[in-house]
């Protein structure tokens, strides 16, 4: 994929991450979950990519090695330029500060018996940034930042909403002044009330900040909303990728067609009107070596089965995993 | 006008805790009409389970209705024995939960549990039940039924184990459904496949259904009727398409608006969010108890008792002083 050099922030190239399956009290290596199994992927400086898929695809395996929370099985990371593979110390430690995470659940991502103000600038302390006093300003601005009163600085995270955790685990990623955050499912405990106000305060947080995001997310209309480009993840590999209306408008791969039809459209005119869906689990016993949709999917021939197709320009910046695409 | 098959009048359901009486439902009225799904939604905490579960008579301490008529088949549900209601529970109005690990035991296996429930409330052989039990496993699309009934529910998928929780919710041809988020941990492809199975089922056999959900894309899908409630109220009620149509009150209002890509496809448009959050049920504003985040909030809304459901020319039942 040639994104100019100049705009491109994270660059994935064939990246794998396998988790062994033992067995025996020898712990003798069985198998392997293959969460990630080669993904290769660009996100530009301010832009933000969604990436969707159903539970258990490998999103958040894919978060947590980009994050360098977890080791590679295979391939490699850049950026802004530099590869990540061989980062340690204190090199590993100042990307620490660049990338940052927002995870779905924010009550068991805060720690319950320390107040906000120490989570938010946990941070700062670790990084040594600032004095005891300037650090405690910062840690204000950052909740005036993401619409917390200051008085609430020494409370603890039991004492919040939903929304408001969420607006704390926010603040704390924004601390160390990031380029990038992977928000993972940062919505999915939330109200639609609520996660409209969350969506808002990213949105205006990335235009403030030249802000960089991963979205993580199972909610396609979130996801539409939020991205400028979108990437379809099945069985640890991307099936498919696009600029959003593109990909919402003209799904290529069978898998994001069925994805995009069963979701629900609060529109009870349009109600019912679907085709009969393809069942869209990735639970098969035994996946074929070939594409790991082609069990479900009604267009599959021989050839799916026997070998995973390619990814393939199916028209300008779209991406196809499918025989159906480079015929 | 035909009479509802469930016809609950003036819930009102509270909880006597240590830090004052939580009143989850407040005077709740709904109506089921034969063969028809209404919808409930509502945002997390405004009431819909302790509705469902009023229904079912499962309210736990320090939880109790305190007022109020459940009438089902010429019988106010709220004055039977538990004896009598346990005889209804699972044979006559049953219900699907939205995490099946919580019904289903984890110790029994799949099939064995449907047997269970049959023989409970028929009288049937071992042979007729387990039969009849491999017929409803398939009705649900569960392949390999036979099979599938020697499972235990932790070897099978979320969404096959909401699966059998239908399969036992309908095996008794139950005349009502109570589903409380059924689809709400499953991924939107599964999601779609369980709410064409319940609009399936439904079609074949005439079953009334209940649906509740903070999801107004799964309404839209499935309900005919709607009502919205808000901090233990019901506060707007109407046929489906009316409600997405035309909703009226300001509640329902933003909860349309929060919903990203019903009105902005292109570009990134700010969503209309609503402000702020649903107030404890323990610290109530005087008046409407919307006024704290009503766009729309006059005078009225906070110096008067909150309004009953006023019926507008143009419209439907609402809650709200801007129909008055
Ligand atoms: N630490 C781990 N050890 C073994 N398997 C794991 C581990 N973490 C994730 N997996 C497996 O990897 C797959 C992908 O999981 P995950 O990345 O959490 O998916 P998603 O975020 O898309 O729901 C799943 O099959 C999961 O069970
Ligand atoms: N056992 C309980 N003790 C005290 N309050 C309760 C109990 N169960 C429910 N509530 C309160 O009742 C209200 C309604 O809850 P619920 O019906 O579960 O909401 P939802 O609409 O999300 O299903 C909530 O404010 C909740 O705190
Ligand atoms: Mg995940
Ligand atoms: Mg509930």
Redesign the pocket.
């Known amino acids: 994929m040639a994104a100019e050099q100049n705009t491109t922030l994270l660059t994935l190239c064939g990246v794998k991450k396998h988790y062994p399956i033992t067995r025996g009290i020898l712990r003798r290596q069985v198998g392997a979950v293959k969460a990630v199994d080669g993904v290769d992927l660009n996100v530009n400086r301010g832009e933000t990519m969604g990436l969707v898929g159903e539970s258990g695809c490998g999103k958040s395996t894919l978060g947590r090695v980009i994050l360098r929370l977890e080791e590679l099985t295979a391939g490699e990371i850049f950026f802004a330029g530099k590869s990540l593979n061989a980062l340690k110390g204190s090199s590993l430690h100042r990307l620490r500060k660049k990338m940052q995470v927002i995870f779905q659940d924010p009550y068991s991502s805060l720690n319950p018996r320390q107040t906000i103000g120490r989570i938010i600038g946990e941070g700062l302390v670790i990084h040594k940034i600032g004095s005891a006093v300037e650090r405690r300003e910062r840690v204000l601005h950052l909740m005036d930042i993401v619409g917390l009163r200051p008085e609430q600085i020494n409370r603890y995270p039991h004492e919040f909403s939903g929304g408001q955790r969420q607006r704390i685990s926010i603040a704390r990623a924004l601390a160390l002044q990031p380029e990038f955050i992977i928000c993972d499912e940062p919505l999915s405990a939330l109200d639609v009330s609520i996660q409209a106000q969350v969506i808002n305060l990213l949105e205006d947080l990335q235009e403030q900040y030249d802000l960089t995001y991963l979205f993580i997310s199972h909610d396609l209309s979130v996801v539409r909303h939020i991205s400028d480009r979108v990437a379809v993840m099945y069985s640890g590999r991307l099936i498919e990728m696009a600029p959003k209306d593109e990909l919402y408008e003209h799904p290529y791969h069978p898998y994001t067609q069925a994805l995009l039809q069963a979701v629900p459209v609060a529109d009870p005119a349009a109600a019912g009107k679907r085709k009969e869906l393809v069942a869209g689990v990735n639970d098969a016993p035994f996946p074929p070596h070939g594409c790991k949709f082609s069990p479900h999917c009604p267009h599959s021939s021989p050839e799916c089965e026997a070998e995973i197709p390619t990814f393939y320009e199916v028209r300008p910046d779209h991406w196809v995993r499918c025989y159906r695409s480079n015929a | 006008m035909a009479l509802p098959v469930l016809h609950v009048k003036d819930l009102k359901t509270q909880?006597f805790?240590e830090r004052g009486v939580?009143k989850?439902?407040d005077a709740v009225s709904l109506k089921l009409m034969k063969s028809l799904t209404l919808g409930v939604v509502?945002?997390?905490?405004?009431?819909?389970?302790?509705?469902a579960l009023s229904i079912m008579r499962l309210i736990?301490p320090?939880?109790r209705i305190v007022e109020g008529e459940i009438w089902f088949d010429g019988r106010d549900l709220l004055t039977l024995s538990e004896e009598a209601m346990r005889s209804i529970r699972g044979k006559e109005i049953s219900m699907i939960f939205q995490e099946p690990m919580t019904s289903l035991n984890p110790v029994f296996r799949v099939g064995d549990q449907i047997i269970e429930i049959l023989q409970r409330h028929e009288t049937m052989s071992n042979k007729e039940a387990s039969a009849r039990t491999a017929e409803l496993l398939k009705q649900v699309g569960i392949p390999s039924p036979r099979e599938r009934m020697a499972d235990y529910p932790h070897q099978m998928s979320g969404g096959m184990r909401q699966r059998v929780m239908i399969a036992m919710a309908v095996a008794c041809s139950p005349q009502v459904i109570i589903a409380?988020e059924p689809t709400t941990a499953l991924d939107v492809t599964i999601q779609a496949q369980i709410l064409d199975l319940l609009r399936k089922l439904k079609e074949e056999t005439g079953t009334t259904v209940l649906l509740?959900t903070?999801d107004l894309g799964v309404i839209a899908e499935v309900a005919e009727d709607v009502v919205v409630?808000y901090a233990?109220r019901a506060v707007e009620q109407a046929r489906c398409k009316d409600i997405f149509r035309n909703p009226l009150h300001p509640y329902t209002q933003g909860l349309m608006q929060s919903i990203p890509g019903r009105t902005a496809h292109t570009g990134k448009r700010r969503l209309t969010a609503i402000p702020g959050v649903v107030p404890s049920?323990l610290e109530l504003p005087a008046g409407c108890k919307f006024n704290t985040r009503c766009p729309h909030a006059f005078e009225r809304c906070y110096t008067d008792p909150e309004p009953g459901l006023l019926e507008p020319d143009l419209g439907h039942p609402v809650r709200c002083w801007l129909y008055a």
Do not use: R
């Open positions: 909880f805790t939580v989850a439902v509502g945002e997390s905490g405004c009431g819909k389970s302790v509705t736990q320090p939880g409380d509740i903070h409630m233990g049920l």
